[in-house]
């Protein structure tokens, strides 16, 4: 796995995305940004699964006018989306946004880019490009791949930005290919050294949406590419924070509460182990300390299986071992399995 | 994205695998292999949605002996899972098993070994060396990280076979961390030849599981690595060959069925995108073949951020614009949506 790239950390309230901060996990509401109420109901939800940074779209002046009452009621910095009109960007940094997304695909005239830089600089408020592979601005090479038009894109605002004195700079260069997308990300990295915002776009719903996702984002952390995520899914945009964390855990990027070991089970289980592995997964919703957790369908294979596990059950035939670091405890009946693995676990 | 690795294919029963054969999913039963009827039933359940090869447990005389009846009911090829044992690898040989998987942490006697592979280089019957990092036998070099140590495990059997003349070989080497599992296969793909079976192991739920799954196999499908994969889930094994070909999809290493593309939605929408998506993908579940749809939030982004899509719909209040690969074809009403997508996805 290679060392993180070197980025140069930004501010966005009081998150710091790139450098040595953790890697940050941010997503979007789906609210109508001018319904305040929803709104911050929403951020709430992302705020107790862990959301850290959130994105509002703002389509209109109201939309940008909301950022004000919704700051008010949440926690969690506020990242203003702008598309097609430069207004809306000031707008939004009046109304106090701690963040701003520009798509160089359909704001790229430079006088209003200037004026989005000079409000924003005032304010000390970073600047996301935030380049779509399917809203590229026109390119002047159009021989090159999907992937550099869209490095070409956002090299391209960043020397604006950059000749206008400002370097609270963050990048993304999303697709839907997920191919295309590492590529892109692998291309920029080598060029700036902005944190990067990572994600494939519009990856649909989370039956498939994750697993798109993941393979892209997962591959450019395991390179050591990426300071925020974003897994952007058709869905409650907690799926999105749950999904963000699942991807960090697995390469041991964060912590975030416990992980579950369980075995896919086999023609070897005595017990229903898919059963019992959902309702350990239920009760371990309810614990928020880093704990390993397995739940092993063989007396035989599960205790060494999983002797990295913190507390661990192993089933045979209407019993189970229950260990810890690859110890056992005590052996335990099969209507006691939830309770006494639970009741461990909470004294770990 | 790197190419694909070369390695020496290997035949079990009708599917190839290694060369350049498509990349094979596979998954495992989870039914008791001596119930004959419930093992049949669900390697028809898992050959339906694609399952390409398929694992059963054999811990006994009797499921060693049920590989053959099971063999008349299904056109999967068969691999016999066998641990500690090695009369049962012979037994299943016998039964006529299509492939056979050992641990060399549970089966590593040399005579045992020599027994086995004599019975199935008669029959051809290619065998998996399948190394768990939870079951690892005792390391000469204790020093060597688990990683290494899974190299040094696989490559002590890889070494016993070549010695009996047996070259129809295939190597995993699976964690349940994600790190070690890729460095285990990035290290053994420079070694040796043999086609690898790659996985995430005891990879937990659906829910976690799934990301787990995909971050370890995803990253090293992108280094060229693996000729098979299996996602464990602790689930339904169709819930494996699911999610084992959406991450070969959005690798663009294998077709299978329709791909959805959805924008997340957000504030901009004037739509219930999500309620519409999951909509959209049940009707598609339907659909077999390769066809790219998109269902967009958005009249104005919409269509170019889904120009790659073969047919989409970009929504607004109350209408939509269908479009076939980026160019509008008409305007349809709400009640219409789903439909109209359905007839020209159909119709393509």
């Keep these: 796995m290679n060392p ?17 901060a953790p890697i940050v996990v941010q997503s979007m509401t789906k609210t109508d940004t001018r319904d305040i109420k929803s709104t911050i109901a929403q951020i709430k939800e992302l705020e107790d699964c862990g959301g850290e940074l959130v994105r509002v779209a703002v389509p209109d002046m109201k939309a940008a006018e909301a950022i004000s009452p919704i700051k008010q009621g949440v926690s969690t910095p506020i ?3 702008i598309h097609f009109d ?4 000031l707008m939004a940094l009046v109304a106090g946004a701690d963040g701003l997304r520009l798509n160089p695909g359909n704001i790229s005239e430079p006088e209003q880019v200037t004026k989005i830089v000079q409000a924003a600089k005032e304010r000390k408020v970073p600047i996301r490009i935030g380049v779509n592979a399917g809203s590229l601005p026109k390119s002047k090479k159009p021989k090159l791949s999907i992937a550099e038009q869209m490095v070409e894109a956002a090299l391209e605002q960043v020397r604006l930005l950059e000749s206008l004195d400002f370097d609270l700079i963050k990048v993304s260069l999303k697709a839907f290919d997920v191919p295309t997308t590492i590529e892109a990300y692998q291309s920029i990295a080598r060029k700036i050294a902005y944190p990067l915002h990572i994600g494939v776009t519009e990856a649909g719903p989370p039956r498939t949406g994750i697993i798109r996702s993941t393979v892209g984002i997962g591959t450019l952390l395991y390179q050591g590419i990426g300071d925020t995520i974003r897994v952007s899914l058709t869905a409650h945009p907690r799926e999105e924070v ?22 896919p089970s086999c023609g070897r289980a005595e017990v229903d182990i898919i059963k019992l592995a959902e309702a350990v997964e239920k009760e371990l919703l309810k614990i928020t300390k880093p704990i390993k957790v397995a739940v092993m369908g063989c007396v035989v294979n599960g205790p060494g299986e999983a002797k990295d596990a ?3 059950i192993a089933c045979g035939k209407g019993r189970a071992v229950l260990f810890k670091k690859g110890k056992k405890l005590r052996t335990i009946e099969e209507k006691d399995f939830i309770t006494a693995l639970m009741a461990e676990v909470e004294r770990f």
Excluded: F, M, W
Excluded at 4 to 20: E, F, L, N
Excluded at 86 to 89: Q, T
């Design 86 to 89: 430069y207004r809306l960007a």
């Design 4 to 20: 993180r790239r070197r980025s140069k950390p930004i501010q966005i309230g009081r998150v710091t995305v790139g450098g040595d």
């Design 79 to 81: 990242i203003a989306d």
């Design 310 to 312: 913190d507390i661990g």
């Design 242 to 263: 749950i999904a963000g964390y699942e991807i960090l855990k697995s390469l041991n990027l964060r912590q975030h509460g416990p992980v579950l070991v369980s075995c």
